[in-house]
């Protein structure tokens, strides 16, 4: 247990136990990154409003914020674990939903999951069906006289049109949540 932090310095504790910069908190928040560095110097506070947001983006309540308390649990400064959908309130004991935007960082690692087993899927997906019209090869004759062969001929000619469509998306999905996940870990 530590000392009760100004407000100031409880701004500064918790978005840097978050692994947010100042221009990562500004973003969020909507404000200029000398907004931050302010609060965090103690030479402005934020309005109420912003409080209220602030608050929210942090992950902590109002009272933590603003109330003087002999003590300050070391947890809530700096979290030994990530982020996560709940945590307990630090005056009353109660669990309360935590912003997303606090959870950025093992959001960003969600993302970037999320779009390698996609893209993975859908590549997958794509390469067993040129696989199997290797395998079994169509030649297939339209209404018009068009001749389809390869990829696209078995895929009409087995009817797999929708998972054809399906699987083109998640390779093209994968890499667009992959990019998505690698910018915001640089901003």
């Given at each position: 247990?530590?000392?009760?932090?100004?407000?100031?310095?409880?701004?500064?504790?918790?978005r840097k136990a978050l692994g947010l910069s100042q221009e990562e908190l500004a973003q969020r928040m909507?404000?200029?990154?000398?907004?931050?560095?302010?609060?965090?110097?103690?030479?402005?506070?934020?309005?109420?409003?912003?409080?209220?947001?602030?608050?929210?983006?942090?992950?902590?309540?109002?009272?933590?914020?603003?109330?003087?308390?002999?003590?300050?649990?070391?947890?809530l400064a700096e979290p030994a674990e990530p982020v996560s959908a709940e945590s307990v309130s630090e005056?009353?004991?109660?669990?309360?939903?935590?912003?997303?935007?606090?959870?950025?960082?093992?959001?960003?690692?969600?993302?970037?999951?999320?779009?390698?087993?996609?893209?993975?899927?859908?590549?997958?997906?794509?390469?067993?069906?040129?696989?199997?019209?290797?395998?079994?090869?169509?030649?297939?004759?339209?209404?018009?006289?068009?001749?389809?062969?390869?990829?696209?001929?078995?895929?009409?000619?087995?009817?797999?049109?929708?998972?054809?469509?399906?699987?083109?998306?998640?390779?093209?999905?994968?890499?667009?949540?992959?990019?998505?996940?690698?910018?915001?870990g640089r901003e």
């Amino acid at each position: 247990m530590r000392k009760s932090l100004q407000l100031y310095g409880k701004i500064q504790a918790r978005r840097k136990a978050l692994g947010l910069s100042q221009e990562e908190l500004a973003q969020r928040m909507g404000v200029s990154r000398q907004s931050v560095t302010k609060w965090e110097t103690g030479l402005s506070a934020p309005d109420l409003d912003r409080l209220v947001e602030l608050a929210d983006t942090l992950g902590v309540s109002l009272d933590y914020l603003l109330r003087e308390q002999a003590d300050v649990p070391d947890a809530l400064a700096e979290p030994a674990e990530p982020v996560s959908a709940e945590s307990v309130s630090e005056d009353k004991g109660e669990k309360v939903p935590v912003s997303p935007a606090s959870m950025s960082a093992a959001a960003r690692h969600i993302v970037l999951a999320a779009g390698v087993l996609i893209f993975l899927i859908g590549a997958g997906g794509l390469l067993t069906m040129w696989i199997y019209s290797e395998l079994f090869p169509v030649q297939l004759v339209d209404g018009r006289g068009g001749v389809h062969t390869g990829l696209w001929g078995y895929v009409l000619a087995r009817d797999v049109k929708a998972l054809f469509w399906a699987a083109l998306a998640a390779v093209a999905a994968g890499p667009v949540l992959i990019t998505c996940s690698l910018r915001r870990g640089r901003e």
